[in-house]
């Protein structure tokens, strides 16, 4: 009797520890284990060598899982048989298909799920041996299989998961909340165009590159950038960039009567469907920081500037000559006063709302209202209340905005 229950307790804990491996395997992280390999763990290395061929090592568990459940089930009955009445063979059964599911499924399922980092690259090692032992059996294995499996995919992580497990590490306090947001952008990149993020035409001061320093000094001491495009001619014709910093050297070096063309340096050109993350990697490329919009029929759109991008990834820069056209006022935590050249993705940032709509706060609004709105106009959208408070020049200037609480 003590023999059987040894060899029953065998077949039991044999089974269980091929499970938990296997689940610890299935559950493994690749990316975890390349950060281990980086830091000169060997076994990491090994399983991530595993999880490459992953037909391979799911056959070794199926033959060893064969050999251990069926064979050992079968040679535990015969023996038991010798041992109990037919009653007491139907209680002995019961009782060790019960522990089989506890112990060889369930618990060590769960123990190689919540352990995987550890169980799955100690186990590696004689794995990958047994692995090689099995290989004839595998390779036949392989061969009656290869047809069904034609095209399947490998194991690989799509964006979509990335960026869900970007949102799963930030609920659970892994990694920052602005990380996460961070990194979610970074995929945005290629949805968003040239025409999403750059100044409009109107709002991009250009500089006459035939005027001398001395008298485009007001148009140097207004400017709020650091670059300033050149023009020849008319203002759409761009002939290149300017650094305010040169010209401010050249004023105090004696040459005011210079023109400002002598110092205008290459810019770059893109049409407004160019995609940001293209553009980022032009002016990387290129060392550009401005580059001028062109629409379809070749004329200035406006500009973009690496800035426009990079805020795209971090939020809102602002810097010590930043003026009011591109902040909000915060009056209370659903209430705001903002510019009519504020991103909707400022407004969606602050309220937490999800307005599609890639254009300005002034486009926006005169897109709902159909026309140019008078100053007191109101207009409800969704649970956002739109008081215009300010017109300019055939252009919304100031908007109160309010979050209706529900």
């Known amino acids: 009797m003590a023999e059987l229950i040894l060899l029953a307790i065998t077949v039991v804990l044999a089974s269980g520890l091929l499970s938990m491996v296997e689940a610890s395997l299935f559950s493994y992280s690749v990316s975890r284990g390349h950060v281990e390999a980086e830091k000169g763990n060997l076994r990491a290395r090994q399983a991530i060598e595993i999880r490459k061929k992953p037909f391979r090592t799911i056959a070794t568990f199926v033959i060893l899982s064969s ?35 506890l112990c060889s499924e369930i618990i060590p399922k769960n ?3 919540r352990w995987n980092h550890v169980i799955f690259p100690i186990a590696a090692v004689p794995l ?27 194991f690989t992580t799509s964006e979509e998961e990335i960026a869900l497990l970007t949102k799963l590490g930030a609920s659970e306090g892994k990694i920052e909340p602005y990380e996460a947001e961070m990194i979610q952008k970074v995929f945005k990149l290629k949805d968003i165009t040239a025409g999403d993020i750059m100044t409009p035409r109107p709002f991009v001061t250009t500089i006459d590159g035939a005027r001398t320093i001395k008298d485009s000094a007001n148009i140097i001491k207004a400017s709020t950038h650091s670059r300033l495009p050149v023009f020849e001619g008319k203002e759409d014709n761009i002939v290149g960039v300017v650094h305010v910093r040169d010209l401010l050297k050249a004023l ?3 040459e005011a009567e210079q023109k400002v063309s002598a110092f205008a340096r290459e810019i770059m050109f893109v049409p407004e469907t160019k995609i940001a ?10 060392r550009f920081h401005l580059a001028i919009v062109v629409n379809e029929y070749g004329g200035m759109a406006g500009a973009v500037g690496l800035e426009d991008v ?42 937490n709302t ?5 254009k300005t706060l002034n486009g926006y609004l005169l897109d709902k209202f159909g026309k140019l709105p008078e100053s007191e106009a109101k207009i409800v959208l969704g649970n956002l209340t739109f008081h215009v408070l300010e017109m300019g020049m055939n252009q919304i200037g100031r908007v109160r905005i309010t979050k209706r609480q529900d």
């Open 128 to 154: 990958r041996g047994l692995t090689l032992a099995l290989l004839p059996l595998i390779a036949l294995l392989e061969a009656v299989v290869r047809p069904f499996a034609y095209g399947a995919s490998p």
């Open 354 to 358: 999800e307005i599609k709509s890639k």
């Open 67 to 101: 050999v251990v459940s069926v064979g050992g089930s079968i040679f535990v009955g015969s023996r038991a048989a010798g041992y109990f009445s037919s009653t007491g063979l139907g209680i002995f059964s019961a009782f060790l298909t019960l522990s089989s599911i």
């Open 252 to 254: 105090i070096d004696g």
């Open 277 to 286: 993350d293209d553009i980022l990697r032009d002016f990387q490329e290129k």
């Open 111 to 113: 123990i190689g799920e």
């Open 310 to 351: 990079l805020e795209e990834l971090v939020g809102e820069i602002i810097d010590e000559k930043d003026v009011a056209p591109d902040l909000m006022k915060r009056v209370s935590k659903t209430e705001i006063i903002a510019h009519g050249q504020t991103r909707i993705a400022s407004i969606n940032h602050f309220f």
